[in-house]
């Protein structure tokens, strides 16, 4: 059983690990300036981010998500390779998803392939790309109008790994895309090894068109070893490298974590929210570990290598990450929101909005609350 009380703010070095996290605290790195106060409060004692968009922007913002037809250097053209957990559709909005549900069918409870929704538009040229993304962004305005009554909006480029290309094919795809309609902020999802200077350059000079220019880079754990069973195929320093780079470039950072890898458990959970610590982005995604169908993760989850976390124990996960990080960090995501019909395990967890509710509940009620385990409250 799991202690809190015995864990306290100090750093969690796994014996087998082999990242030096005192390294990265000797180069302690400051985060961008926050133009915003969130204040937590009882019902929600985190920072939530629609919080944040809320007294930023006074108005409400969305977030328009984009396939731009990357790819993604873990994995090869013929949809092979890449994370242990990755099927292949990478990360596409669930509302360019529609035609999936009527595949629901083959999926893995009644033992058929199943169904790799792969970005269509992969090694398209240009021009399709371009309008594919049109296409999309304008059918996500209208759906986020309707639904939600959406005022603003931000471009995210969501899918697969959205700086996976030619320094000059990313201005061209970012730059039509910003020209369709007005954004507030360009937000970029990829990868650390598909990030160098040039294209960090490039995504720093479009602060000057939309104000905020943030990357959602994937670290998932702090332990290398995880990163290896995993085959993300790219370091924690990897991660710490690139980081520096856009953190000293301007770009707001949010970080993505997954809670409950395979052979990891609170400890490690309490080491990666060290290095976030160290590091402070502006931002966490945090995700419980779900394995869709058609996966290397399937398989060995089926062969009983691995456990999943149920509700209660991301909860409680959840928990342990939040209480370690600073109070201004905000905090994005809490669960996934992988379509029910390619979720393969767990079978059953708590809906998102379920699953935030209890959580708000719970910490509130056991006086757990962001940042806890830190000396200082930083921020507020
Ligand atoms: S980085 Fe993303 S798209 Fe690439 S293999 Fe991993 S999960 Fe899939």
Redesign the pocket.
Known sequence: MFHQESVGFRIFQPENSDFNLNAVKADRLKPVLYDTIVIMSAKTPYRTYKTYLTRKYGASAYRIGVDGGFS?P??TPDGL???T??DDT??IAVYHRQKEAGEAQKSYSNGSPGIGVKSYYQYKPLVKRKEYIKMQIEQAKKFLETRYRAQLFLLYFQA??STFDEVFVLKELYDYALSLMEFKELIVST?PDCLDIEKIRLLASYREKVGDVWVEL?LQTSVNATLERIN?GHTVEKFVEIFRILRSNGIKISVHVILGLPGESYAEIARTADLITELHPESVKIHNLHIPDNTHMLKEYLHGELLVPSTARHLSYTTCLLERIPDDIIIQRLTCDTPSHRLAAPRVFQKKGAFISQLGKKMSTNNNYQGRYLEKSVGT
């Open positions: 993604c873990n994995r390779g890449g994370c957990y990755c990478g990360a697969f790994s990868r994937g993300r």
